[in-house]
């Protein structure tokens, strides 16, 4: 009887993904993000819920529509953090290990920033392609920590990029990861 509990909220995203019911059948409000926000995958509840809850979201009418909320976020929190290495690439440039550590992180945020732009889309054609491509980012963001943490940079707006886009690319798999 357990295991039916967890079927219920996939197959609940599953049938609202498709749009089987029409936009005027779903209530656009608070439900869809619960939902979502309260599936055994998603790891920080909370915080789901605070990204999600936005007018936008509140204005969804199906889980592509979120992940698509979800990963602008992350694309515009990236935006932020590749913005402050720009600047940081332009103040330090005498310590190799520290240009090594910040080209490593501008081409993670490069990177980054493309496939959150790329999920939302790819979602229309390709759920499991999308998942993959999310999955992809966090190993990305650690090569940056890892080249921050060898340079002993100290930058807390780095290092909450970091967090940020970790917690992005997470949330963006575990939300398509129930889609397949």
Not at 5 to 12: A, E, L, Y
Not at 142 to 149: G, R, S
Not at 155 to 177: F, H, I, K, S
Request: charged share 20%; with cysteine; hydrophobic share 40%.
């Amino acid at each position: 009887m357990a295991s039916w509990t967890h079927f219920i909220p996939v197959f609940t995203i599953l049938f609202l993904s498709l749009n089987i019911f029409s936009p005027h059948m779903v209530s656009a409000d608070q439900r869809l993000i619960d939902i979502v926000c309260n599936d055994p995958a998603i790891k920080d509840h909370d915080r789901c819920l605070k990204t999600l809850s936005t007018p936008q979201g509140i204005a969804a009418n199906n889980v592509n529509q979120l992940v698509e909320i979800a990963m602008n976020e992350g694309a515009m929190s990236g935006q932020k953090t590749l913005n402050v290495i720009e600047e940081m690439k332009k103040k330090k440039k005498n310590n190799r290990m520290v240009e090594a550590a910040l080209q490593v992180c501008e081409r993670t945020y490069m990177y980054s920033i493309d496939e959150f732009k790329l999920i939302a889309p790819e979602l229309d054609y390709d759920t499991m392609g999308a998942n993959y491509d999310v999955s992809l980012i966090n190993p990305e963001v650690e090569n940056c920590a890892n080249a921050v943490k060898v340079a002993r940079l100290n930058v807390p707006e780095l290092e909450e990029g970091n967090r940020l886009a970790d917690y992005y690319a997470t949330l963006g798999y575990e939300m398509t990861q129930n889609m397949m």
